[in-house]
């Protein structure tokens, strides 16, 4: 007999029903993926969740005639009518990213908690690649989960689950650029993988909190440089010009008599735009081993905000973490997706080199060609060694300093310094230094 899901306005025999369920099957992981490919009752209830949280107003049947989805049925209808439900989804609703995230979310939890029922009586690599046997033996152990009441439990641990990484997803998805960002072809992947790690790694949960609570510093409109000269995105006025080829049109086909006239005295008229002189924040983090805890997850709830006001300034934005190294080694961290991976995921140790760090931040300006234009270099760190001399190199990059120094002094740093503070690590010292940074 073929298994029916539990809801009515779309079936397990629609297209887009069948569309979906591949789809949450091809974001599991391989070691688990071949159960859900095996087990019919996984896909129909990953599937119905995903549809019970992205439609408007979803259905259920009055009952199913399978013992396992009977018992899920019932489930969802308690489930439905508690808060938890419909506050996740203000999460889901009409959005497919955040629906998709919550229905593989509990296919992991529920697929996780068969394998534990499984794993002493099958090897791990007879999971991986069921034979008919082994099959069989799965979708009976869904069934024995009914004969043992312990479905409903499964179900209740599985949807909190999926509840708190959809939570998660959401909030990652927002530090990135929202929904249009969330459109970015790997996006969705890395979402996801941020979103699951949060659930086990507590500071990754702290700095989204903490950097949530400093976007509200961040202001929506500020002063943006600009600079007068022959290109730009809009017009500033108009001045004289010597150079025939710089002359507007109308100036060119004046009357023979009074051109020449204006080309041996004052010139001609042209225009003169506005282009924006704002250059690059360039944010460095010491990850040096004394760095973690509450130093850490400042610093990085601080580079999240930093992020958010590049993109009201109109300034680019590079991130990289130093220890005696610079990491990455290779090129500074620029796509939004990677900033919010590395400030979330990079560990702290290692030891610390100042002047490393800001001369491969000025050089990083200097190949980029960001010379012509206001730069800043922003740099949080603890260290107390001996500071460079690099001051040549600051103006050279049109970059001016600004440090950051948590629990600690560094005298040396401080002469090199545009600006130099001590650093509250609270969300009024961040907002301290956004305001520094915004007007520098």
Same mark, same amino acid.
């Given at each position: 007999m073929m298994l029916q899901n539990n809801l009515i306005n779309i079936t397990n025999k629609d297209f887009i029903y069948s569309l979906v369920s591949q789809r949450i099957g091809g974001h599991l992981p391989k070691d688990i993926r071949s159960i859900y490919d095996t087990c019919e009752h996984i896909q129909i209830i990953a599937t119905d969740c995903y549809f019970l949280h992205y439609s408007l107003y979803p259905f259920l049947r009055n009952r199913n005639d399978d013992d396992v989805l009977e018992e899920v049925r019932k489930f969802l209808q308690d489930y439905m009518s508690d808060e938890r439900y419909q506050r996740?989804?203000?999460? &889901?609703?009409?959005?497919?990213?955040?629906?998709?995230?919550?229905?593989?979310?509990?296919?992991?939890?529920?697929?996780?908690?068969?394998?534990?029922?499984?794993?002493?009586?099958?090897?791990?690599?007879?999971?991986?690649?069921?034979?008919?046997?082994?099959?069989?033996?799965?979708?009976?152990?869904?069934?024995?989960?009914?004969?043992?009441?312990?479905?409903?439990?499964?179900?209740?641990?599985?949807?909190?689950?999926?509840?708190?990484?959809?939570?998660?997803?959401?909030?990652?998805?927002? $530090?990135?650029?929202?929904?249009?960002? @969330?459109?970015?072809a790997g996006t969705f992947k890395k979402v996801l993988d941020l979103a699951e790690h949060m659930l086990y790694v507590k500071f990754m949960k702290e700095i989204v909190t903490m950097s949530k609570r400093l976007s509200e510093y961040v202001p929506k409109a500020s002063k943006i440089l600009k600079k007068k000269g022959r290109f730009g995105d809009e017009l500033s006025g108009y001045t004289m010009t010597k150079r025939i080829e710089r002359a507007l049109p109308r100036e060119i086909a004046l009357p023979d008599e009074l051109f020449f006239k204006k080309l041996t005295s004052e010139g001609f008229l042209m225009r003169e735009k506005l282009s924006v002189a704002e @250059?690059?924040?360039?944010?460095?983090?010491?990850?040096?081993?004394?760095?973690?805890?509450?130093?850490?997850?400042?610093?990085?709830?601080?580079?999240?905000?930093?992020?958010?006001?590049?993109? &009201?300034?109109?300034?680019?934005?590079? $991130?990289?973490?130093?220890?005696?190294?610079?990491?990455?080694?290779?090129?500074?961290?620029?796509?939004?997706?990677?900033?919010?991976?590395?400030?979330?995921?990079?560990?702290?140790?290692?030891?610390?080199?100042?002047?490393?760090?800001?001369? &491969?931040? $000025?050089?990083?300006?200097?190949?980029?060609?960001?010379?012509?234009?206001?730069?800043?270099?922003?740099?949080?760190?603890?260290?107390?060694?001996?500071?460079?001399? $690099?001051?040549?190199?600051?103006?050279?990059?049109?970059?001016?300093?600004?440090?950051?120094?948590i629990q600690g002094d560094n005298e040396t740093l401080k002469a090199l310094s545009d600006q130099y503070m001590k650093a509250e690590l609270s969300e009024i010292g961040g907002a301290k230094l956004l305001k520094i940074v915004e007007v520098s």
């Open positions: 996740i989804k203000m999460l &889901t609703t009409l959005d497919d990213e955040m629906s998709l995230v919550y229905s593989i979310a509990l296919a992991k939890s529920i697929i996780g908690k068969i394998m534990g029922k499984l794993i002493g009586e099958l090897e791990i690599a007879q999971l991986m690649n069921p034979d008919n046997k082994v099959k069989s033996k799965i979708v009976n152990a869904v069934y024995a989960l009914v004969d043992a009441g312990e479905l409903g439990l499964i179900l209740d641990y599985a949807t909190e689950e999926a509840e708190e990484v959809t939570k998660n997803a959401n909030e990652i998805r927002e $530090l990135i650029g929202g929904k249009k960002a @969330g459109k970015e @250059g690059a924040y360039y944010l460095l983090i010491d990850k040096s081993g004394s760095m973690y805890g509450e130093k850490t997850i400042w610093a990085r709830s601080v580079a999240m905000a930093l992020y958010r006001m590049s993109m &009201t300034k109109k300034r680019r934005y590079f $991130l990289r973490f130093f220890d005696t190294r610079v990491y990455p080694p290779d090129t500074p961290l620029n796509d939004p997706e990677d900033i919010v991976d590395a400030i979330l995921k990079v560990k702290s140790n290692g030891g610390t080199d100042i002047t490393n760090a800001i001369s &491969t931040a $000025l050089r990083d300006l200097m190949e980029r060609g960001l010379s012509e234009f206001t730069n800043t270099i922003v740099i949080i760190t603890d260290g107390e060694d001996v500071v460079q001399d $690099l001051s040549k190199e600051l103006r050279r990059a049109n970059a001016s300093l600004i440090s950051v120094m």
